[in-house]
């Protein structure tokens, strides 16, 4: 039997440093678009939630389990945790939870098993065949999001970035508020069904996800009792 030896990483180039970083520092698929997609389904598959019922769920992770915030630029959150977790202000009211592959299968019927599948949830789950904007890697200053909020809740003005139209191009609209480790697998820090009952050690996706639906119909609950905007 001939010895398998694994194909080269092929070469990416230098202009193209989000990329080489998915791909070369994380093992991570990615979809070359404008601005950089990554591939759902394989290592990880990923719960979109809004960020005000995300941040809640935060203590059901792992220390290093990936966490982004996207899509919007609106104001930011006023929840102390999110000011704990250094929330990057004025960037994205959404939140992408990344967790085991194969949960977004497991989720429909996840959510019935814990009496949430009746109602109707801001809560979806994106899996094989799926992909998500990849958010900047830390330490790269293209896109750098204006005031970030510190532990102690003070900002800054965002001066240390550049937001410039570097190699990234459009990179940069969503964000890492717990970016993945280099040279760290991935599929140990993330929330599955296998960790029901502590086994493991890895955090247990019941939990998150009973937390994130909680969460969810709380926000939705609260919209609905705010009363209408007359201009």
């Known amino acids: 039997m001939l010895p398998t030896v694994p194909l080269p990483r092929r070469p990416l180039h230098p202009s193209d440093p989000v990329r080489q970083w998915y791909e070369n520092e ?20 990923v719960l979109d939630v809004p960020a005000e019922a995300g941040v809640r769920a935060l203590r059901h992770l792992g220390p290093v389990s990936p ?3 996207h899509a919007s630029r609106s104001a930011p959150c006023e929840d102390p ?18 967790v085991a592959a194969g949960s977004a299968e497991e989720l429909p019927g996840l959510l019935d098993w814990l009496e949430w599948g009746a109602l109707a949830l801001d809560l979806t789950a994106i899996g094989a065949g799926g992909s998500i904007e990849a958010p900047l890697p830390p330490g790269m200053p293209d896109g750098v999001p204006e005031g970030l909020l510190t532990a102690d809740g003070a900002g800054t003005d965002g001066a240390g970035g550049s937001g410039g139209s570097g190699g990234s191009g459009a990179q940069g609209a969503a964000v890492w ?3 993945p480790e280099p040279g760290c697998e991935v599929e140990p820090s993330l ?5 029901v009952g502590g086994g493991g050690g890895a955090p247990d996706l019941v939990r998150l996800v009973d937390t994130v639906a909680t969460q969810c119909h709380r926000v939705r609950l609260r919209a609905c009792a705010q009363p209408p905007a007359y201009s």
Do not use: I, Q
């Open 26 to 45: 994380l093992d991570w698929a990615t979809v070359p678009a404008s601005p950089l997609r990554l591939v759902a389904g394989l290592r990880f598959d």
């Open 81 to 98: 945790a999110a000011r704990r977790e250094k929330w990057p202000a004025r960037h994205g009211t959404r939140m992408w939870l990344l």
């Open 191 to 195: 929330p599955t069904l296998s960790a």
């Open 67 to 69: 966490v982004a915030l």
């Open 177 to 179: 508020l717990r970016p």
